[in-house]
């Protein structure tokens, strides 16, 4: 079912504001890729750099968000067995804008706002999960935000969400 009326930059904004959720906002030029964010995100936004996969299984019946670093290069083929997974592929922009409201290259943490049904799972790899701050995308590619870890818990307690951490396999080349 789509999303009637997703959350945009400046209303994931206000109902950050309006819980109380701290943030601090950079605006940049659109970055598609972690090693544009390394280059155009400002500096002085301190956290770690998520990467963020919308995934689905082998049917396409089932569908998570991985929540990782952009220094990990993602073994899915590894991880699928750890989640519970058949097989696990990336989901298309046609499936990541109907759950959770986002086009490629804004997808973070933060489209779960779009997801009241709780159809995406959220994973998050340990090591990001126990640093204190994430630089975020808020449902645009041109802005990121940081987060403390209080608010991330905050903000998936405001959207009954749950995060699992999981320990990411990666790619040896």
Same mark, same amino acid.
């Given at each position: 079912?789509?999303?009637?009326? %997703?959350?945009?930059?400046?209303?994931?904004?206000?109902?950050?504001? @309006?819980? /109380?959720?701290?943030?601090?906002? =950079?605006?940049?030029? /659109?970055?598609?890729?972690?090693?544009?964010?390394? &280059?155009?995100?400002?500096?002085?936004?301190?956290?770690?750099?998520?990467?963020?996969? $919308?995934?689905?299984?082998?049917?396409?019946?089932?569908?998570?968000?991985?929540?990782?670093?952009?220094?990990?290069?993602?073994?899915?083929?590894?991880? /699928?067995?750890?989640?519970?997974?058949?097989?696990?592929?990336?989901?298309?922009?046609?499936?990541?804008?109907?759950?959770?409201?986002?086009? %490629? =290259?804004? #997808?973070?943490? $933060?489209?779960?706002?779009?997801?009241?049904?709780?159809? #995406?799972?959220?994973?998050?790899?340990?090591? #990001?999960?126990?640093?204190?701050?994430? &630089?975020?995308?808020?449902?645009?590619?041109?802005?990121?935000?940081?987060?403390? &870890?209080? =608010?991330?818990?905050? $903000?998936? @307690?405001?959207? =009954?969400?749950?995060?699992?951490? #999981?320990?990411?396999?990666? &790619?040896? /080349?």
């Amino acid at each position: 079912m789509p999303i009637e009326t %997703p959350y945009t930059d400046a209303t994931l904004c206000e109902l950050l504001w @309006a819980n /109380a959720i701290a943030f601090t906002r =950079g605006d940049h030029p /659109a970055v598609f890729t972690c090693d544009e964010a390394d &280059r155009l995100v400002p500096a002085e936004l301190v956290g770690v750099q998520t990467k963020n996969l $919308f995934l689905r299984d082998g049917k396409g019946r089932r569908h998570w968000l991985l929540v990782t670093s952009c220094e990990k290069a993602v073994d899915l083929k590894a991880l /699928a067995p750890r989640i519970g997974a058949d097989n696990l592929s990336l989901g298309s922009p046609e499936r990541l804008l109907k759950f959770l409201g986002l086009t %490629p =290259g804004a #997808v973070s943490l $933060f489209g779960l706002a779009n997801d009241p049904t709780h159809d #995406v799972v959220l994973l998050v790899d340990r090591d #990001v999960w126990e640093r204190d701050a994430w &630089r975020c995308h808020p449902m645009v590619n041109t802005a990121t935000l940081v987060i403390n &870890r209080d =608010g991330v818990d905050r $903000f998936l @307690a405001l959207t =009954g969400h749950q995060a699992t951490p #999981v320990v990411v396999p990666v &790619r040896v /080349a």
